[in-house]
């Protein structure tokens, strides 16, 4: 089959590759109908995430299961699925709490690399949810979101606790969070900041339900938004970068009181402790429990009430794969679509 390899640092290949099997009773194979570059793709593209040798990529996937487990229960052969990066037993003490990213058994899905034509997803059960049919084409793009990015931006946002009568902010203005403007407006909230300085992503926040837009970043950033509530800040602050300068600005944005969902991935983040101690701020985040919330995602999606596919503003076909990673390295792309 083809997949994607990354050999080092801007070096990306689309080669063949063997073919996953069934592995253990729980795993299934589904034959991928798209997949995607994510913006942490981006941490080992760009030589800042070290890898150990060629390194097969990607981790958001929708596609066709085309062989089980013989302990695999809840998926069959045939259905049209959407599945988490982190597999999960979604029975242990820790997910049925609410965080499957970090069940007693949990396995990073992407390990396998997912933008390629077939993928092994282990924890089947645990990890897949089924769509009602097979969809339209047209919602493929959105089902892919769920994947990972909406699921992220959502449990950015449910971190933040953003809800009716919150003022949210959104550091960063990626895929993710754009979709956690999505998911805060979802949500019922009655303001949301969305801080961005490019145009394009500055119009989708707003249609993804934006009310402010605020282009400063760092102290200036904070400033404004602490210039647009009044000066205290807002209720809830969605970090989706993974910066030091992007976890201080999201903390300096909260009130006292208030609440920080951070879900960008932390790279050469060092906070002041005794900063923090006095913000007095509840801080929740780390890898989005996606599979908490892919049924009710795959509904909204499914009955046309939402569509984070919008995030995707270039598709290209797998073997064109690394212009996919140049495009979005170089900020010409939001988010890329690829199919095999």
């Known amino acids: 089959m083809r997949g994607t390899v990354l050999y080092a640092p801007r070096d990306i290949r689309v080669e063949e590759r063997t073919k996953p099997t069934i592995q253990a009773p729980t795993d299934a194979i589904i034959r991928i109908s798209a997949a995607c570059v994510c913006g942490s793709d981006l941490w080992p593209y760009r030589g800042i995430e070290p890898i150990e040798g060629p390194t097969p990529m990607g981790h958001e996937y929708v596609g066709v299961v085309e062989e089980i487990g013989s302990d695999v ?6 259905d049209f699925v959407v599945g988490s990066f982190m597999a999960s037993d979604n029975t242990c003490p820790i997910c049925q709490a609410g965080y499957q990213s970090r069940c ?18 282990p924890l089947a059960d645990g990890t897949l949810v089924a769509t009602p049919g097979q969809p339209d084409e047209d919602l493929i793009p959105s089902l892919l979101a769920a994947s990972d990015v909406l699921g992220t931006g959502w449990f950015g946002a449910v971190a933040a606790e953003a809800g009716p009568g919150k003022t949210v902010a959104v550091v960063g203005d ?9 998911a805060a407006r979802q949500l019922g909230a009655d303001r949301i900041i ?7 992503r500055q119009k989708l926040a707003c249609n993804f339900g934006a009310t402010d837009i605020v282009e400063e970043r760092g102290e200036a950033g904070v400033a404004k938004v602490k210039e647009l509530t009044g000066g205290l800040g807002a209720h809830s602050v969605i970090e989706a970068v993974g910066t030091e300068e992007s976890m201080m600005q999201a903390i300096r944005s909260t009130r006292p009181g208030g609440h920080v969902g951070y879900v960008g991935v932390a790279h050469g983040v060092e906070l002041p402790g005794q900063e923090l101690f006095y913000a007095e701020v509840h801080m929740l985040g780390g890898p989005a429990p996606v599979r908490r919330f892919l049924p009710e995602l795959t509904g909204l999606i499914w009955n046309r009430a939402i569509d984070p596919g919008r995030v995707f503003d270039l598709e ?4 064109q794969a690394a212009e996919g990673y140049k495009a979005m390295d170089e900020r010409r792309a939001i988010k890329v679509l690829l199919r095999p």
Not at 104 to 121: F, N
Not at 174 to 181: D, E, F
Not at 316 to 319: E, K, S
């Open 73 to 78: 229960r809840n998926i069959k052969v045939g």
């Open 104 to 121: 007693v058994h949990v396995e990073y899905v992407g390990a396998g690399g997912a933008q390629a034509e077939y993928l092994r997803v």
């Open 174 to 182: 990626g895929a993710v969070g754009l979709l956690a403007v999505l």
């Open 194 to 200: 969305a801080m961005s300085r490019h145009e394009p």
């Open 316 to 319: 290209l076909p797998l073997d």
